[in-house]
């Protein structure tokens, strides 16, 4: 007994005199309080014992008392249950649905418990150990889809000269920009269907003279698997708080990392900026002109976008605050919430150009308010429905596909509208302090992690160009 000092233990006999049970006492604390607390448990003795083998039970007995009660002592105690995994991710998922401002969290957990329910739903949470977790792992990271390609198997030079139009006429009937199609003479080159199958439909030829068209296994991104282990991470962390476990084995003290293919993000070069922002300027929709302009000189989300309001905006000294992100959730609906991290509520100065879109669009803007009449919905908002009701954040994305299309633009997103002004920053020499900051980062490291595969490729050019210089 010397070994813990906190802990005591009584007999109990009967009216013979011989023990029936043992009284263990444990001196410890509150974990809730931090006050004394006296932990106490009693063990009958079986019938049919010897001595020795009740004194070995007995000892075995006091010692799973003792680390029971230290547990307890230390707020670290399991609570014996036979909750399942989907029983708690229910209750885990509805917690959050219910949080203020976790829209984003709950959409993608719910995606995320799709596939989780599937390898863990039935099992008991205390039974979930560190091999099932890396299985778990190891299958996700494993996972593939099937992905159509298609290739260029003979060149469509012969059609485009053939057909005596000018190139940049075709790419436009295509909906497809000058430099696709240019791909698209290459034999071996790879293009998408929808761009395949936009070729052919204008040159009136069928599809497998000239692309061949195969799938292969593609495997998830890591980005992807990297979401759902944080969510797995997340719940069985709950768990533990809630004292159903005693450790948290999907975390990487007990699991190898996760793996996946590194998706390589489509944006403009320096070329295709160019022309976007030379057919943003000389758009006629201002609404379009603006939010467009947003995205390229700014580089902003687009929840930023369309949560912008007047009041964030000084256009006599060409100052622009970020204050709010208007986003769409499916299970929501249009929500108005805080930026996405702290980082992200902040102030930039606008170009001149974009400054002076602003200028324009502010008096279209008041110009319709006074149109509309009590019709307005009396809304602040830079971007609005004819109504005066909020722009839905979904709309500006259909605007630019359409606009892409329209003037023979490779299509992006508004996102990847985002990394390309963010990338052409970097690469106009800004410094990536500046960079991160004006991108709403939490540091230079974020902004690093996301744009260096950019920057080796412009760091492969130069090479290659300074090479050529240097030839003799």
């Not at 293009?191 to 204008?202: F, H, L, N, P, V």
Request: hydrophobic share 35%; glycine share 6%.
């Amino acid at each position: 007994m010397g070994k813990y000092k906190n802990k005591m233990c009584y007999p109990r006999l009967n009216k013979s005199g011989e023990i029936i049970s043992y009284r263990f006492m444990y001196s410890g604390k509150d974990p809730n309080t931090n006050q004394h607390k006296l932990y106490t448990k009693t063990w009958k003795v079986p019938k049919g014992l010897s001595v020795k083998e009740i004194e070995k039970e007995r000892k075995e007995f006091e010692i799973e008392f003792i680390k029971e009660s230290e547990k307890k002592s230390n707020g670290i105690f399991v609570s014996e249950t036979n909750l399942t995994f989907n029983e708690f991710a229910d209750d885990w998922l509805e917690r959050i649905r219910l949080k203020e401002d976790a829209y984003g969290s709950y959409s993608s957990a719910k995606n995320h418990l799709r596939i989780l329910k599937e390898w863990f739903g039935n099992y008991l949470l205390k039974n979930i150990s560190p091999i099932l977790v890396q299985r778990f792992y190891d299958y996700i990271c494993s996972r593939t889809y099937e992905k159509t390609c298609v290739t260029v198997k003979q060149s469509i030079k012969e059609l485009i000269v053939s057909d005596k139009t000018k190139c940049y006429e075709i790419a436009g009937s295509c909906g497809i920009n000058r430099l696709t199609l240019r791909i698209a003479t290459k034999v071996g080159s790879k293009i998408s269907m929808e761009t395949a199958k936009a070729i052919c439909s204008y040159f009136k030829v069928p599809m497998d003279k000239y692309f061949s068209i195969t799938t292969e296994k593609v495997k998830y991104s890591c980005a992807t698997n990297r979401g759902i282990k944080t969510t797995l991470v997340m719940i069985l962390n709950s768990a533990r708080k809630n004292m159903l476990i005693e450790h948290n084995f999907a975390t990487n003290e007990y699991t190898n990392g996760i793996s996946g293919t590194v998706k390589k993000k489509e944006i403009y070069n320096e070329e295709e900026v160019r022309e976007f922002v030379r057919l943003c300027l000389q758009e006629k929709d201002l609404r379009k002109k603006s939010i467009f302009a947003l995205y390229i000189f700014l580089g902003l989300r687009n929840g930023e976008v369309c949560g912008l309001e007047w009041k964030d905006i000084d256009l006599e000294n060409g100052i622009l605050n970020i204050q709010r992100n208007t986003l769409y959730f499916k299970e929501f609906g249009v929500v108005t919430k805080e930026p996405k991290t702290k980082n992200s509520k902040r102030s930039l100065a606008m170009p001149l150009q974009l400054t002076e879109i602003l200028k324009e669009y502010k008096i279209w803007w008041e110009e319709q308010k006074i149109i509309h009449g009590d019709l307005w919905y009396n809304a602040d908002r830079l971007f609005l429905q004819d109504s005066g009701e909020c722009l839905h954040p979904c709309t500006p994305s259909t605007w630019l596909k359409n606009f892409e299309l329209k003037n023979g633009l490779k299509h992006i997103s508004p996102h990847k509208l985002r990394h390309t002004s963010i990338t052409m920053q970097l690469l106009a020499g800004i410094p990536i302090k500046a960079v991160s900051e004006r991108a709403g980062h939490a540091d230079e490291h974020i902004t690093l992690g996301i744009y260096t595969h950019f920057l080796k490729e412009e760091d492969r050019k130069a090479a290659n160009v300074f090479d050529r210089f240097l030839s003799v």
